[in-house]
């Protein structure tokens, strides 16, 4: 069963944030968007456990959530960490259940509009880690 | 600041919950009172529908009255008439009717237009049998023959046409009593007999009422002899009595049927009242006692009384039925109105009832559904609100201290112009003594009696110009600390607008969620994104502007350098000289080319003080520069505190609001 994104409100129609990977450009809806953060020093799972495709544990105020790397997804090559390095807060839904998931993303620039930004290539990240996120929900 | 009305200085969460709560109200009460208008209107309109209704039952019951009362005594008229001519022709057939015999004295007994007295009347000879005064076989026959209707037997006793009973079928019927006469000649049976006219109407005999029929007894003269009568009790018709009283009107309604004449005037006939009709008897009869003298033959009226004890109305209508000379009365009871009326206007008061509860509960979940969304909207924006109060205060103080490190920093600037400026002028000055050195070597072998002086100053000279060089090195030094401070600094600035764009980028995402509640603060989000990217640029301008100058300085460490070597060389040659005065006594003119030498150094020592200080001012100029951004960044820092300071007074304007913000 494919993970399925979050149901859209009538304020995020169309609009999304824009990052880079590698040299690329993509840009996410902004329903998948939960918050961005920066990319803090990840934890081990809270139960010690070791998960594919999971790169570490976003500790947010005790709350801790699974990262991806979506570099790696996509180019296969992990991203390179620097200063405007972000993890992207998701919410994606699989087999009923919402399952919050961190995804590491190049440099974060900034909200837009889609008709402005057809220079980025649109990406739906729950679709895309669905396989990663199926096994969190299970 | 603009100027803020009261709904602005009411909390965004008891604005979102008022927006649920007043139109929710609002819907409520006009609910309730169209409610509460539809019942007052709708008690009304069944109240005057009942009115009309019963109203209609009373001259519907009178009307059905009247034509049940044409209709039974036209059944009767038609039943006497049949009967009476079956009679006729039966004693016609049997001889006929014929005064017989001479006359005979007979008592009679008066009325109130006779005398009594005595009348001697010849017997009557009728239907084969010869009748006087008293039992006859012929009539008893006739009675029976027609289902035993009373039938009397009256004979003429003299020319005026006075009719007097001789024979009858009932032995109440008083013989030798006189046929009654009337004063309405139009309704006298004896003077439509004297017309030889047969007659139909309510008689009275023997004090009791009756639907008689008269005929007409002529001899084979066509004379008027006498008249036989047949009648039927009116009391007796209690099936059609009982009809008419059986449709009373709603549950507290009677029916009455009241003698309207003779001697029995306004003795009911019906049942006796009940209920309102009862209680007030005392004021209607009489009223209609009265009216009943003038009435016609099917005539309404109405009246209304008020009970005081029923507390209700009797409404009063009655007619007149001619025929049997009886007033029937149909009354109904106010209460049977009120009562639906009454119905109805509960019905409406349990929906009101209902209504309120159901409004009551509506505005419950309203309020609580816009306590929910209130907490759902205003908790994130909280969130962020300390969020930025934190990271604000954070920037603000990061401007401070790149304030005072920019302050340090045009201090020491200004301190290493000065010792570069002071480089610039020794080496003027070192110019100046190479020259002079230059002179005195020339003049050397001229003045060699002054050579020991002129080697001290030159000594003097060197060891000024070795300590000039260690204070250009130590300034150099000091310069390459506080661009490495300045790097720190800048660092720490692009770190806080690096955290500041991310604030943004997630108040801006909390502001999209929020939809059109969150405008504003998306606006305030982008600002804040802009100055933080400004921020970040300024940045990497001091950036890149400490490198150049850490270049700058760089290079002249290394020309310090170089001129610290022509220093200990110039040391050596002077020590060198100083050992073998005699020999540059005599090899003078051999050393001017070194002196040349020296002299072209010290040129090259002064164009790199000059670079040196061009390269401080650029420090200089660079460093006001950076004072102007972090004033500006400062500034930024000031209308971002106030920009969190207005959210969180529109967001927090209770107590507990306040704790929050504490905690």
Redesign the interface.
């Known amino acids: 069963m494919m993970a399925t994104s979050a149901t859209k409100s009538a304020s995020h129609v169309g609009r999304s944030l824009l990052f880079g990977l590698g040299d690329a450009y993509y840009r996410v809806e902004l329903v998948h968007v939960k918050g961005v953060y920066p990319w803090a020093t990840l934890e081990e799972a809270p139960d010690g456990s070791v998960r594919r495709g999971v790169i570490g544990y976003l500790n947010l105020r005790g709350d801790k959530f699974p990262v991806v790397d979506l570099n790696e997804v996509v180019h296969g090559e992990p991203t390179k960490r620097l200063l405007g390095s972000r993890i992207l807060l998701l919410d994606c839904i699989s087999r009923g259940k919402t399952v919050t998931i961190g995804a590491v993303a190049g440099e974060v620039f900034a909200m837009a509009r889609d008709e402005n930004s057809t220079f980025a290539e649109r990406l739906n990240p729950c679709e895309l880690l669905s396989s990663i996120v199926m096994g969190l929900a299970s | 600041m603009p100027k803020m009305s009261s709904f602005d200085q009411i909390s965004l969460r008891k604005k979102i919950i008022l927006l649920a709560v007043i139109p929710a109200l609002t819907a409520c009460v006009i609910f309730a009172t169209l409610v509460y208008t539809s019942s007052r209107s709708a008690s009304h309109i069944v109240r005057e529908n009942i009115t009309d209704f019963m109203v209609e039952r009373t001259v519907r019951s009178l009307t059905h009255g009247y034509a049940s009362s044409v209709v039974a005594s036209d059944f009767v008229a038609n039943e006497l008439r049949l009967n009476s001519k079956i009679a006729a022709l039966d004693s016609a057939n049997k001889g006929g009717y014929e005064l017989v015999g001479p006359p005979i004295p007979h008592a009679l007994i008066g009325d109130s237009n006779h005398i009594g007295g005595q009348v001697s009347m010849p017997a009557m000879k009728f239907g084969g049998e010869t009748v006087t005064m008293g039992r006859s076989e012929r009539i008893q026959e006739i009675s029976h023959d027609i289902g035993g209707v009373m039938t009397t037997l009256f004979e003429r006793v003299n020319d005026t046409g006075d009719l007097v009973r001789i024979s009858s079928s009932s032995p109440i019927v008083p013989l030798g009593s006189f046929l009654n006469k009337t004063n309405d000649s139009l309704n006298d049976p004896a003077e439509t007999l004297l017309h030889g006219e047969e007659f139909f109407g309510r008689t009275l005999v023997a004090g009791a009422w009756y639907m008689g029929h008269y005929i007409p007894l002529r001899d084979h003269t066509g004379k008027v002899i006498g008249a036989l009568y047949l009648g039927m009790p009116i009391d007796g018709m209690t099936a059609f009595r009982d009809e008419l009283v059986a449709n009373s009107i709603g549950a507290h309604g009677s029916v009455l049927l009241i003698y309207a004449h003779g001697p029995e005037r306004g003795k009911m006939i019906s049942p006796p009242p009940t209920g309102i009709a009862a209680t007030t008897e005392s004021e209607w009869l009489p009223k209609v006692m009265e009216a009943s003298l003038n009435m016609q033959d099917n005539e309404q009226l109405a009246i209304n009384v008020r009970s005081p004890k029923d507390k209700a109305d009797a409404i009063v209508r009655y007619s007149y039925l001619k025929r049997f000379d009886w007033i029937f009365v149909t009354i109904a009871d106010s209460r049977d109105l009120a009562g639906a009326s009454t119905a109805v206007r509960d019905q409406f008061h349990d929906l009101m009832i209902q209504s309120i509860i159901g409004a009551l509960i509506v505005l419950l979940v309203v309020g609580l559904g816009a306590t929910f969304l209130s907490k759902q909207i205003v908790d994130p924006l909280l969130e962020i609100t300390i969020q930025l109060t934190s990271n604000g205060t954070q920037v603000a103080s990061s401007a401070n201290q790149q304030l005072s490190h920019t302050t340090s920093l045009n201090v020491s600037s200004t301190q290493i112009a000065t010792a570069v400026k002071e480089i610039s002028s020794t080496s003027q000055e070192l110019l100046r003594a190479m020259e002079e050195l230059s002179q005195e070597a020339s003049r050397a072998s001229t003045v060699a009696q002054d050579g020991t002086s002129s080697l001290r100053g030159l000594g003097q000279s060197i060891d000024s110009l070795s300590k000039a060089t260690s204070t250009i090195a130590d300034s150099l030094t000091e310069i390459r600390t506080q661009a490495s401070k300045i790097n720190a600094v800048t660092l720490a600035v692009?770190?806080v607008a690096?955290?500041t764009n991310?604030l943004s980028?997630?108040a801006?995402?909390e502001a999209?969620?929020?939809?059109?509640a969150g405008a504003g603060f998306a606006v305030v989000a982008r600002e804040i994104?802009r100055l933080a990217d400004q921020s970040a640029n300024s940045s990497q301008e001091i950036e890149q502007t400490v490198h150049e100058m850490h270049d700058a300085v760089t290079a002249g460490v290394s020309e310090v350098a170089a001129l610290t070597t022509a220093v200990e060389q110039s040391i050596a040659v002077s020590d060198h000289i100083r050992q073998q005065f005699t020999e540059i006594i005599s090899r003078v003119e051999a050393m001017t080319p070194r002196y040349e030498m020296v002299h072209l150094g010290m040129q090259n020592q002064s164009v790199g003080a000059q670079q040196i200080s061009d390269a401080m001012w650029q420090l200089t100029e660079s460093a006001g520069q950076t004072s102007d951004a972090i004033a500006e960044l400062n500034q930024v820092s000031i209308e971002l505190h106030k920009a969190v300071g207005i959210l969180k007074k529109r967001i927090f304007q209770e107590r507990n609001d306040r704790e929050l913000l504490g905690r």
Request: no cysteine; charged share 40%.
């Open positions: 692009t770190k690096d955290q991310l980028l997630n801006a995402i999209e969620r929020a939809g059109d994104r």
